[in-house]
């Protein structure tokens, strides 16, 4: 079954779109709208049918351990239509600035990359400088949102001594009620893809449980709403979302425990602190850390 909507727009013209209704949820629903929109089937209901942005979020945790005292789940949002030009552009770096080392093929991740370890301990100062400057214009230019869930670790346990919660558990969500929260104020739906580790089983289990039970300040028809899907994607799948995400966590971290940020002799100053405060989610108020980095016992 169809809704068909017919709408009187200029000079009287006319125009019919048809909403198969097993993709409904995708429209965002306003009834009393203006009276040139009119459902055909029910001529005393009216409705105008908005379609709703389908987003991306892209995971990554950093755990409480030394430097850090806090659990972290940061995600990255990224619009569905910007996200091909994005991958393409971050491949296009990586071969153009270290071949060498695999070009496209080869997964960035933050710590082995700045510690130059592991896959990065023969990455050359040249390269380095390359990779680098490429992937901070690219941060800069492409329009992404961060959102972060953060525990504080040492104070939660100092004000709790025998706590029975998951601090990582509590975390994740979080993070998940910041980007129900994001997806209502943006009239959007998404899509939500973690790099697959040991405690997937947990985090689809805290997904599932809010979509049935809710949390304490969002229904479960609000998550409902706006969460379609959560998946785990492998190191190897070389998921260009999750490496963005990758290199945003560590420095949020580094942030909200007040830890100086990598520095290369050539980075500008300042320059991971300024992309983060600018991509951070706001909200409506200007308040980043409270709509964007959200942190819990703070």
Same mark, same amino acid.
């Given at each position: 079954?169809?809704?068909?909507?017919?709408s009187?727009?200029?000079? %009287?013209?006319?125009?019919?779109?048809?909403?198969?209704?097993?993709?409904?949820?995708?429209?965002?629903?306003?009834?009393d709208s203006? /009276?040139?929109?009119?459902?055909?089937?029910d001529?005393?209901?009216?409705?105008i049918?908005m +379609?709703?942005?389908?987003y991306?979020?892209?995971?990554?945790?950093?755990?409480?351990?030394? /430097?850090?005292?806090?659990?972290?789940?940061?995600?990255?949002v990224?619009?569905?239509d910007?996200?091909?030009?994005?991958? =393409?552009?971050?491949? @296009?770096?990586? @071969?153009?600035s270290?071949?060498r080392?695999?070009g496209?093929?080869?997964?960035?991740?933050?710590?082995?990359?700045?510690?130059?370890?592991?896959?990065f301990?023969?990455?050359?100062?040249?390269?380095?400088?390359d990779?680098?400057?490429g992937?901070?214009?690219?941060?800069?230019?492409?329009?992404?949102?961060?959102?972060?869930?953060?525990?504080?670790?040492?104070?939660?346990?100092?004000l709790?001594?025998?706590?029975?919660?998951?601090?990582?558990?509590? +975390?994740?969500?979080?993070?998940?009620q910041?980007?129900?929260?994001?997806?209502?104020?943006?009239?959007?739906?998404a899509e939500?893809?973690?790099?697959?580790?040991?405690?997937?089983e947990?985090l689809?289990?805290?997904f599932?449980?809010?979509?049935? +039970? *809710?949390?304490k300040?969002i229904?479960?028809? *609000?998550? %409902? =709403?706006?969460?379609?899907?959560?998946?785990?994607e $492998?190191?190897e799948?070389? %998921?260009?979302?999750?490496?963005?995400?990758?290199l945003?966590?560590?420095?949020?971290?580094?942030?909200?425990?007040?830890?100086? =940020?990598?520095?290369?002799? $050539?980075?500008?100053?300042?320059?991971?602190?300024?992309?983060?405060?600018?991509?951070v989610?706001?909200?409506t108020? =200007?308040q /980043?850390?409270?709509?964007?980095?959200?942190?819990?016992?703070?």
């Open positions: 079954m169809e809704i068909h909507v017919e009187n727009l200029i000079d %009287n013209d006319i125009f019919v779109v048809s909403f198969d209704l097993t993709r409904i949820e995708y429209f965002h629903i306003v009834k203006p /009276p040139f929109c009119r459902n055909i089937l001529g005393s209901e009216e409705y049918f +379609a709703r942005k389908k991306y979020m892209f995971v990554d945790e950093v755990k409480a351990t030394p /430097p850090f005292t806090v659990y972290n789940f940061t995600g990255v990224l619009q569905d910007v996200i091909e030009g994005f991958k =393409q552009e971050l491949n @296009d770096i990586k @071969d153009r270290i071949p080392l695999g496209s093929t080869r997964n960035l991740h933050y710590s082995p990359l700045v510690g130059k370890k592991k896959e301990k023969t990455l050359t100062l040249e390269e380095e400088d990779l680098w400057g992937l901070f214009d690219l941060f800069e230019k492409t329009n992404y949102t961060i959102l972060s869930g953060i525990v504080l670790d040492d104070i939660y346990k100092k709790y001594p025998n706590y029975r919660v998951d601090l990582e558990i509590l +975390a994740f969500k979080t993070l998940l910041n980007f129900a929260r994001f997806l209502h104020n943006n009239n959007g739906y939500i893809v973690i790099e697959s580790s040991n405690d997937d947990k689809r289990e805290e599932f449980r809010i979509k049935i +039970a *809710g949390s300040y229904t479960a028809e *609000g998550y %409902n =709403q706006v969460f379609r899907h959560l998946k785990f $492998s190191k799948m070389l %998921n260009e979302g999750i490496q963005l995400a990758d945003m966590a560590n420095p949020i971290s580094r942030l909200v425990c007040k830890r100086s =940020q990598y520095k290369n002799k $050539s980075f500008p100053e300042h320059v991971y602190e300024n992309i983060l405060l600018d991509k989610y706001n909200g108020i =200007q /980043p850390f409270e709509y964007g980095i959200r942190k819990i016992f703070s």
